[in-house]
């Protein structure tokens, strides 16, 4: 007999992952399918990193790792935030997980008790709105569209804070937007949180390294709410470590300790590999992996372009990660031999079936009127699937 918890039956399945199953399954059954559903670097992880992960093998860095992370790297990470985000903490602040994923189940489960209140910004990450309900907390959204380029009203902000409000959680420069707030927006976010000081902000800021809008921008930056945010940031996207599973967190001092209880008892420390090449990574100015950021803008160009020829499509110009999140509201309703498109759920399948390009539906990141395409691929791969889209597309009347 299987006993599945509720908790685990309540959960959704992640659709990033499930779109990219489906277009393996396919590419298995010899289907040409080109793949924009995954937020992964396509880019190798740079020599210079691999070298160093090498060496710790070679170095017999194989024993068991301090829960938080080596010294020596927490310490650099504390280091990175001074060099990069003129941002004080000391290395106990720094708390390093197996991939920022982990870092944020950390959180939830540090500082949620049953019904407590999270307000998330939408479009969010899928992950945030499952970790939320695992802990048995109550996610609570703020919606957004493209007309505001994705970013929420903070009036709304004030007025969905409550007695049970425990954490607020957003990311910039954001997936699945792209979108990045400014200094100036986030001041203002930071002088609502800062009337609540038993708020907590959880700003992930995994796409730092991936910003075209120029210096990078964090809400701890501010002194009204410093103590009252943690910053999430890893090595996956501005790097391309995905496999790698590095993330760590800069908190204030009490939740960093609470997160290490709580990893402590799960996965203790992170693979002692990962923690030598992240060193590495981390210890180098950014602008030694400059070369990754330079190709995505032309790709977000390149993609951007295309989809605003295409009729029926209302694309933005996202200022950050490597996504773009077209709203195509405009096709529901439309049909195919007999398919009709109800929501973007539906469009997403016609254009993978038809198309043979695999994306993800805005409403699994809360948003129910767009797609997320990644453009972390090729050109020549962005090119062709831009073409078979805008073909997918005009099959619809």
């Given at each position: 007999m299987q006993h599945v918890a509720q908790r685990i039956k309540n959960m959704k399945p992640s659709a990033t992952l499930e779109m990219a199953q489906k277009s393996r399954e396919l590419k298995q059954q010899g289907i040409d399918i080109i793949s924009l559903s995954l937020g992964e670097p396509d880019f190798d992880t740079p020599d210079f990193i691999k070298e160093a992960g090498i060496e710790a093998i070679q170095e017999n860095y194989s024993k068991y790792p301090p829960v938080p992370g080596f010294l020596e790297l927490r310490e650099a990470i504390a280091n990175k935030f001074k060099r990069d985000n003129n941002l004080d903490y000391n290395a106990s602040q720094i708390v390093v997980s197996t991939g920022a994923k982990q870092s944020l189940a950390n959180i939830f489960l540090s500082v949620l008790n049953e019904g407590d209140e999270v307000i998330i910004f939408a479009p969010y990450w899928v992950t945030y709105y499952e970790q939320i309900k695992m802990a048995q907390g109550v996610p609570v959204v703020i919606n957004s569209d493209i007309s505001t380029d994705f970013k929420i009203n903070v009036k709304e902000l004030e007025e969905a804070i409550t007695?049970?409000?425990?954490?607020?959680?957003?990311?910039?420069?954001?997936?699945?937007s792209g979108t990045v707030f400014t200094k100036e927006e986030l001041k203002q976010i930071a002088d609502v949180v800062a009337k609540h000081p038993d708020v907590i902000i959880i700003s992930d800021e995994i796409y730092e390294l991936i910003n075209f809008s120029g210096k990078h921008e964090s809400?701890?930056?501010?002194?009204?709410?410093?103590?009252?945010?943690?910053?999430v940031n890893g090595v996956s996207k501005?790097?391309?470590?995905?496999?790698?599973r590095l993330g760590y967190i800069a908190a204030p001092q009490w939740l960093a300790d609470a997160c290490i209880k709580a990893q402590g008892q799960i996965t203790s420390g992170t693979s002692s590999i990962s923690q030598r090449a992240a060193l590495e990574a981390i210890s180098n100015p950014p602008e030694k992996v400059s070369y990754m950021l330079k190709?995505?803008?032309?790709?977000?160009?390149?993609?951007?372009?295309?989809?605003?020829?295409?009729?029926?499509?209302?694309?933005?110009?996202?200022?950050?990660?490597?996504?773009?999140?077209?709203?195509?509201?405009?096709?529901?309703?439309?049909s195919y031999q007999g398919q009709t498109i109800n929501n973007a759920s539906d469009l997403s399948l016609f254009i993978l079936e038809q198309g043979r390009v695999s994306l993800v539906t805005g409403e699994a990141f809360g948003s129910e009127t767009t797609i997320r395409i990644s453009y972390a691929a090729s050109k020549e791969s962005l090119i062709e699937a831009m073409k078979r889209i805008k073909e997918a597309l005009g099959l619809l009347n």
């Open positions: 007695d049970k409000t425990q954490l607020i959680i957003f990311s910039s420069p954001c997936n699945p809400i701890a930056q501010f002194d009204n709410v410093k103590e009252q945010t943690v910053i501005g790097f391309a470590m995905t496999g790698w190709e995505f803008k032309e790709r977000r160009e390149l993609v951007v372009n295309a989809l605003n020829e295409i009729k029926g499509v209302e694309c933005n110009n996202p200022q950050g990660a490597f996504y773009v999140f077209p709203d195509v509201s405009a096709f529901f309703g439309k």
